[in-house]
């Protein structure tokens, strides 16, 4: 226990002394992403108000400073909505994307190994999913997955993976084809390993790094289809105060208080722009040690 | 006796001071070499040979003393000569070639220089010393000699070194010359040219030799006589012919079987030797006792004397009479071993024909030919066989389809007597771990995310699957194998030099107790150093473990001074296969030569450029695939007709329409006009004495 506290201890100053170094755009980045976690872990507990309560005062009011993003049609703080649903649409977007990536990983990194008829096939069914436009994939599985499941959050974090997958899977096949062709993996083939043991003891460390940029990517642009879907109410069941289903409830207010559309807006932009910008950053510096590993 | 012998040593019995006292290292040695004769001393380390010889120099010091007995050379008593006519003696009527030519010789000075001051030290050959040295070099087959005279001795191999110092103990024409173990440090090859260098030297000069060993197998090569000590004892003394055939003296045949051979199973059926000396617990009887298979308590008290047994064989052993019986029995036997031809061929690949590209062919405009076709050869256990020739000769492809990589298109891979299955995927686990790939480049063979330990653990895991803890202790002993701190268990790749990778690659194969390793390129990835260290790790490996291996590789110099037997592939056919000192002694395959004078170290300035015909295609696939680039073509046959296998030896054999003999002359010829334009100082003595170096 205390070698791991000071191992974590040493980690910490490491990365202190290295974070000027580091790239602006993941500092940047690590910010905005480090301002939004804390208001998913700790929102809940300060906001102003419940979020579904009503009657927290005039409705269409606008901004003001109790109402920082003004009152809906319903009299629901607006702020304390956007606040409490921050951690839902993290949530929603990590578990959506972290599935894709497993499933995605898994399947390239086999189909780059195995190669072949069975890459063939996988591939062309890869591509076939990933030739239909995502939110029309999406609409499609949540419309197949029949009413009962309509505004279930499992349903939309399986479709956010069923979206992801296969663009996961085509990246991972390509950088297990880099690293099948070396000769450690033909080491394991010799010694009669599995094609299930190669993918996780060689191929899968090897290309953790072009995975971890791949993930970072993907989740900066699952909130926007979190929102999307919510917006076109195949997301989450209202009254569940999603980032886009808070939009679409207050789209008809936008010339009248528009503030009620922006706030959510803003939070679900500023969440995308520093997931994008802490993924820029961290795809900089794994590229910089893989290329140093790889000599 | 009619004729009286040059050297006598009669009951010589010598101490060295210990301490207080003396202890005695010689017990009454008795020998004498006649004029003309080659008398072979042979014994393992500390038995008292080296002390015989020097004796033989008369060189006293203050720590050591004849107790007793005489040295009698040229009827004079050494003993009784004072320091004057001691000079006179040695180095003018006695000489020494000592073992190690490196120190003998001395560095700062000219070899030229360091043989005329022999000369002039003794007043010989007076006003004619230059001519003198020349004429010894070239007796010593240094054949340039004014350049080599030129020369510092470090710029000379070993075995250059070696002649040098042979042609120094010959300067003043010598009764007697004293060799002091002059082919221990020498490597194989070297060893058996010096052997013959100096066989011919005594045919032609006929002065007498004290030829001192460990190395029985040179004796028998070279030696009229033999005597044999043990614990400072002359144990057997016989004439060479006859104590090879009958060994009387237990340890004599102790050390008989010791010797290594080509057919090696038999090597040490039942009577090698056991045990080491102990000296310091010789029972009071006969010194070999302890170790003797025939001993009986008698031996231990009772002191052996040699006894003649024969005519001109003498032995000090009280049991001779019963050794002699269970001799005449094996020696027999092993005859009948040699003679049959045995099928224990680790690996043998018959015909088997390779090429890629099987899949997908409607990609491709024309199938692509063969890169290996009709292929065949064997690999004994414990031996290594070394596939050479040019890049895309296909030498990688044979390693990669023994390995199930890749699987023949035609003909069959047997391993130990049984038929691999083609591919990796259908072979049992058992043959995966008997066979493994040692890949040329460390940095791509291990995988980078993975700490050493890991590497090593998983064939550990895989092929034996021991406990947590056996498996620890099976890596920390392999790295201890491969000469790595068990503490690189928890390095990554990066962390470790291109040496110490490839040794955790070589680590990797040995944890799966293989018996064949297929050793691809396996030195070329490193510097000449860390080869060099590698390439004594794979010796040493290979004798420990018993391995059997295929080492591919395109330097020569490495392959002579690792393989047993060598095949010299082009274009994926077999020009030429035999035992590595054949293979670089001509006859050669003109591939072979061409091969041969590829190598930097021999390379001369005049050296036409056999590569300007490398481009070259083979012209067809009728005729030898070395048509159109061979530069001793004979015309149209060679186009149209594939050349015979032409028999060197039993082991050795050629794939050419030319004959023999004419391969012989041509390469004399070659080199003959070679070093006719060389320029002087351009040239090496010993052409084909690749790697020679590498080892001295």
Redesign the interface.
């Known amino acids: 226990m205390a070698m791991t506290a000071t191992a974590t201890t040493a980690r910490w100053s490491a990365l202190r002394r290295s974070w000027p170094a580091m790239p602006m755009s993941l500092r940047i980045g690590a910010v905005i992403l480090l301002i939004h976690f804390i208001i998913a872990a700790t929102g809940p507990f300060w906001i102003p108000y419940g979020p579904s309560q009503i009657g927290t005062g005039p409705p269409l009011s606008g901004m003001s400073w109790a109402h920082p993003f003004g009152i809906d049609q319903l009299g629901r703080d607006v702020f304390s909505r956007v606040i409490y649903g921050a951690h839902i649409v993290i949530f929603l977007s990590l578990s959506g994307t972290f599935i894709g990536l497993v499933i995605g990983a898994i399947v390239g990194l086999f189909s780059g190994y195995v190669g ?1 008829w069975t890459d063939d096939i996988l591939q062309r069914f890869l591509e076939a999913l990933i030739s239909i436009p995502f939110l029309v994939l999406a609409l499609i599985a949540i419309v197949a997955a029949g009413p009962a499941y309509s505004g279930n959050p499992i349903l939309l974090v399986l479709v956010i993976a069923l979206i992801y997958a296969p663009r996961i899977a085509r990246m991972a096949r390509a950088a297990a084809l880099d690293i099948v062709m ?3 993996v ?8 599995s094609a299930w043991s190669v993918v996780r ?2 191929l899968l ?2 290309a ?1 790094s072009v995975l971890l940029v791949e993930f970072a990517l993907r989740a900066g642009y699952a909130p926007v289809l979190v929102g999307s879907l919510g917006f076109l109410g195949f997301g989450v069941r209202p009254p569940t105060p999603e980032w886009g289903l808070i939009m679409s409830e207050n789209r008809s207010l936008i010339t009248f208080a528009p503030i009620t559309v922006l706030g959510p807006g803003l939070m679900l932009a500023s969440l995308v722009v520093g997931l994008n910008l802490f993924t820029e950053g961290l795809s900089r510096i794994l590229g910089r040690t893989v290329r140093l ?3 | 006796m009619s004729v009286r012998p040059l050297v006598e040593v009669i009951n010589l019995d010598f101490a060295y001071r210990q301490g207080e006292g003396w202890a005695r290292v010689l017990h009454g040695v008795n020998f004498v070499i006649y004029r003309g004769e080659a008398f072979g001393l042979v014994g393992e380390s500390g038995c008292g040979k080296s002390t015989v010889a020097y004796q033989l120099l008369a060189y006293r010091r203050d720590n050591s003393r004849i107790e007793a007995g005489r040295i009698i050379f040229r009827e004079e008593d050494l003993k009784d000569l004072d320091r004057p006519a001691l000079d006179r003696l040695r180095g003018n009527r006695i000489s020494l070639v000592p073992q190690n030519p490196t120190t003998a010789l001395s560095p700062g000075m000219r070899v030229g220089r360091q043989l005329i001051e022999v000369l002039q030290f003794h007043d010989s050959f007076k006003g004619r010393e230059a001519r003198r040295v020349e004429d010894l070099f070239q007796l010593v087959g240094l054949r340039s000699s004014t350049s080599i005279g030129d020369r510092y001795p470090h710029q000379l191999s070993g075995g250059q070194q070696q002649r040098v110092c042979i042609a120094m103990a010959l300067a003043c024409e010598p009764d007697l010359i004293v060799l002091d173990e002059p082919t221990t440090g020498l490597d194989v090859t070297t060893q058996e040219q010096i052997v013959e260098l100096l066989k011919s030297l005594r045919a032609r000069l006929g002065m007498s030799m004290l030829y001192v060993t460990h190395d029985l197998g040179v004796l028998a090569q070279i030696a009229d006589r033999v005597g044999v000590m043990y614990a400072g004892r002359m144990v057997e003394t016989a004439t060479t012919g006859e104590l090879f055939a009958r060994p009387r003296h237990p340890y004599t045949r102790g050390l008989i079987a010791s010797i290594p051979q080509i057919e090696k199973t038999n090597r040490s059926a039942g009577i090698a030797l056991r045990g080491f000396l102990k000296r310091d617990q010789l029972p009071a009887g006969c010194p070999f006792q302890p170790r003797c298979d025939f001993a009986e308590p008698e031996c231990a008290s009772e002191v052996q004397v040699l006894e003649t047994v024969d005519e001109g064989h003498a032995v000090a052993c009280r049991r001779w009479r019963d050794i002699t019986a269970v001799q005449m029995r094996s020696a027999s036997t092993k005859a009948d071993a040699a003679r049959e031809i045995r099928p224990d061929h680790i690996l043998s690949v018959e015909g088997i024909r390779l090429g890629y590209g099987s899949h997908r062919k409607w990609l491709r405009f024309s199938p692509p030919a063969d890169v290996v076709q009709d292929l065949s050869f064997a690999i004994e256990e414990g031996e290594t066989f070394a596939l050479v020739g040019e890049s895309g000769s296909g030498k990688s492809t044979v390693a990669r389809a023994v390995s199930g990589l890749l699987a023949p298109k035609g003909g069959i891979i047997r391993f130990e007597g049984q038929v691999l299955p083609p591919l990796v995927a259908d072979r049992s686990r058992e043959l995966r771990r008997s066979i493994q790939y040692i890949f040329q480049n460390p940095d791509a063979s291990l995988n980078p995310r993975a700490r050493i330990g890991t590497i090593l653990s998983r064939p550990v895991e895989m092929f034996f699957n021991p406990g947590r803890n056996a498996i620890v202790e099976r890596i920390a002993e392999a790295l201890d194998d491969v000469r790595l701190d068990a503490s690189y268990a928890a390095r990554f790749p990066d962390q470790l030099s291109g040496g110490e990778r490839q040794r955790v690659a070589i680590a990797r194969a040995l944890v799966a107790n293989s018996k064949l390793l297929l050793c691809d390129e396996i030195l070329s990835g490193l510097d000449v150093s860390v080869q060099a260290n590698v390439l004594f790790l794979l010796q040493r490996l290979r004798r420990e473990h018993n391995l059997s291996m295929l080492f591919i590789s395109h330097d020569l110099a490495v392959v002579r001074n690792l393989a047993d037997r060598v095949g010299v592939l082009f274009r994926g056919r077999l020009m030429e296969v035999g035992d590595v000192e054949e293979i670089f002694k001509p006859p050669f395959h003109p591939y072979t030569y061409e091969l041969l004078m590829a190598v930097p170290s021999i390379r001369r300035a005049s050296r036409p450029r056999l590569q300007s015909r490398a481009d070259k295609a083979a012209t067809g696939k009728a005729g030898c695939a070395f048509a159109g680039r061979c530069q001793w073509q004979l015309g149209a046959i060679c186009d149209q007709q594939s050349p015979p296998w032409r028999e060197v030896s039993p082991r050795h054999g050629i794939l050419c329409h030319i004959p023999l003999s004419e391969l012989t002359t041509r390469v004399r010829d070659d080199l003959a006009h070679l070093s006719a334009q060389a320029s002087p100082g351009n040239q090496k003595a010993d052409p084909f004495n690749v790697g020679e170096q590498t080892h001295s």
């Open positions: 072949g070396r000769d450690f033909t080491v394991a083939k010799l010694r009669g390993e003891r060689e460390p090897n953790t590993v790889d000599k």
